[in-house]
């Protein structure tokens, strides 16, 4: 725990000086033993550490004991989230294994934090697939906003070698300029926000001589009386495409095409995407499938075991340093 702690020294405490009984370690070391135990509201965190007093007292003296929730709200309202959130990515990363991998980018509103004056906070998270971890996180006033968010978030984190997967929202040139300079490769799905990349993409793959010039690869998942088959064609015989679209270190397109066949059922999708990598339809798949990692190893976690879209933190920086807490615990 003093490990931990020491990643968060250089975090400000914007108390004034002379009216502060509980130092800012005390605070943040029960706010996140809180969070890990359940808690999800300022009420049950500074019941939580009246409860484990004794406890706390092995790491820290807590002089004058558990802070109310009071002072705790008041605190993460005025905490600097962004100072907060370099605390953060210090700690994960030097705790983090490096290895190449997925790191899958995507956002996430927090439903019940918005007020009169603001609306819900939207955070856009990097999560590393293999290691299970959220390697950063940021705010964006909104969902229209993660084009302004995902490059300051990359901006923080060391991504040397690993595989950025982004929704069609971070389908932009400058997104997969930034990714290569910071010695990384992307995959990023095509959508109508690119038309004319898009169009050109899937008129590409419907013409029926389409399937001399690509690799296919084809995957069956059958569970729980549901049967899903996976077709995946890839070209890097692209150079058509280059000449027609300014895309930096384009490489690659890949078609996902999937039919989902439950109790009888058939319903049917075709997803594309760009790749600045050569690899094979197998891989490619691999890796586009373990982007929704974050939807069900990261978001839904947040939801179901965090109470995340439940919380009613919504006055200044309280949301923001709620959510990060969050991610600490997770």
Known sequence: MCEFLSYFRDLEDPRQLGKVWYSLEEILLVSLCAVMAG????????????????????????????????TFRRLFEILNPVVFQECFVRWVQAMCEAMPGVVAVDGKTLRQSFSKENKALHMVSAFCVENKMVLGQRRS????????????????????????????????????????????????ALKGNQGGLNDDVRLW???????????FYQNID?????????????????????????????????????????????????????????????????KIRSHWAIENSLHWTLDMVFNEDKNRSRKDHSPENFAILRHMAL
């Open 39 to 70: 808690c999800d509201d300022w009420e049950e965190i500074a019941a939580f550490g009246e409860a484990k007093l004794d406890f706390f007292r092995q790491v820290l003296p807590f002089e004058t004991g558990i802070p109310s929730a009071n």
């Open 205 to 215: 793959f419907s013409d029926p001589l389409a399937s001399e010039k690509s690799h």
């Open 222 to 286: 059958k569970d729980h009386g549901r049967i899903e088959t996976r077709s995946v064609r890839v070209s890097s015989d692209i150079e058509w495409l280059k000449a027609r679209h300014d895309w930096p270190g384009l490489e690659s397109i890949i078609e996902v095409a999937s039919v989902r066949e439950i109790s009888g059922q058939s319903t049917s999708e075709k997803r594309f995407y760009i790749s600045s990598l050569k690899d094979s339809p197998k891989q490619f798949l691999g």
């Open 141 to 188: 006033d909104e969902k229209s906003n993660e084009i302004t968010a995902i490059p300051a978030l990359l901006a923080m984190l060391d991504i040397q070698g690993m595989t950025i997967t982004i929704d069609a929202m971070g389908c932009q040139t400058k997104i997969a300029q930034q990714i290569l300079d910071q010695n990384a490769d992307y995959i990023l």
